[in-house]
């Protein structure tokens, strides 16, 4: 079934960029690429601050298998050696990427307890942005699974992290993106 986030890119979004920008073709409209989601652990031998947890918590998530990530160098003030299981990550791709963004924008961000909108600073610049999400209880997947997640030993979670790679150049054309998909961003 196609996303209606998708749909919604496709009728309104690209059509309002096309005239805006004054793009010469459709093609050169920028598009969401990718959506990575991940999740950096400590290594604990309990609760969800360990690898497998992660992994399952992002399984959960995203309705994706999760792959567990290393470190690439030893750092002795993080106690983490060359190649140690670091956390794990999914890359959000077809369907699947939309359906999670459109789960993202209308129901995650709202639930968020004092939210104000996204922070503009967080755009890389090759026109990706990057949102750390620390509660998971705001997603509904996570509340549904509470049982289950119970016998991981519940103390403390780590944040989430979502980076949306588009196709724009500038970080102007990846805000003009992202804010025409409804993505609440901070008022200036």
């Known amino acids: ?71 690439k160098r030893s750092m002795a003030q993080y106690k983490s050696r060359e190649g140690q299981l670091e956390g794990a990550k999914v890359a959000l791709h077809g369907e699947n990427m939309w359906h999670f963004m459109d789960r993202l924008v209308t129901t995650v961000l709202p639930r968020i307890t004092d939210f104000e909108g996204l922070d503009r600073r967080s755009f890389g610049s090759a026109g990706s942005y990057t949102i750390g999400i620390r509660d998971w209880s705001n997603f509904i997947e996570f509340e549904a699974q509470n049982e289950n997640l119970h016998s991981f030993g519940l103390g403390s979670t780590p944040g989430v992290g979502v980076q949306i790679v588009t196709s724009a150049k500038t970080e102007k054309e990846a805000h003009m993106l992202l804010s025409a998909l409804r993505f609440p961003f901070k008022k200036t």
């Not at 979004?13 to 096309?18: C, E, F, T």
């Not at 004054?22 to 309990?46: D, F, G, L, W």
């Open 1 to 71: 079934m196609a996303s209606r986030y998708r749909q919604f890119y496709q009728t309104v979004v690209r059509a309002d960029m096309l005239a805006k920008m004054q793009y010469k073709n459709v093609h050169m409209v920028p598009k969401i690429e990718k959506i990575t989601v991940s999740i950096a652990t400590r290594m604990q031998p309990t609760g969800l601050d360990n690898p497998v947890a992660a992994a399952f918590a992002l399984e959960l998530l995203t309705g994706q298998q999760a792959k567990f990530t290393r470190t």
